[in-house]
Nanobody, 125 residues
């Protein structure tokens, strides 16, 4: 499975972007999809994830601003980002996992099997 993340760019504070993660060579059905990010000089961190049978999970600092969703027919996942802040500046990565996943493991990047190449989001103040 190959993932291609795109949709990043330069946006002003308070603006919005929608990131996309297109999967090829496999289906999103039955998978857990996660979004992670790495800000300059920082470690990679979990942002959001969704998987079958559960509600999406968000890290606290994006709750109410970001929404994760997917279109299985298009084999594409999305991260809608609203009310962007300068601290949201980072390279954003999508990741995919097949099989069961404990809620406690949803934020662990080691639990994902496939990764996109990342897309840069820059929020200017």
């Amino acid at each position: 499975v190959q993932l291609q993340a795109f949709g990043g760019g330069l946006v002003q504070v308070g603006g919005s972007l929608r990131l996309s993660c297109a999967a090829s060579g496999g289906t999103l059905r039955g998978s857990a999809m996660g979004w992670f990010r790495r800000a300059p000089g920082k470690e990679r961190e979990f942002v959001a994830a969704d998987w079958i049978g559960t509600n999406p999970v968000y890290v606290d600092f994006v709750k109410g601003r970001f929404t994760i969703f997917r279109d299985n027919a298009k084999n594409t996942g999305y991260l809608q980002m609203n009310s962007l802040k300068p601290e949201d500046t980072a390279v954003y990565y999508c990741a995919l996992r097949y099989g069961s996943l404990s809620p406690r493991g949803i934020g662990n990047p080691g639990n994902y099997h496939y990764w996109g190449q990342g897309t840069l989001v820059t929020v200017s103040s």
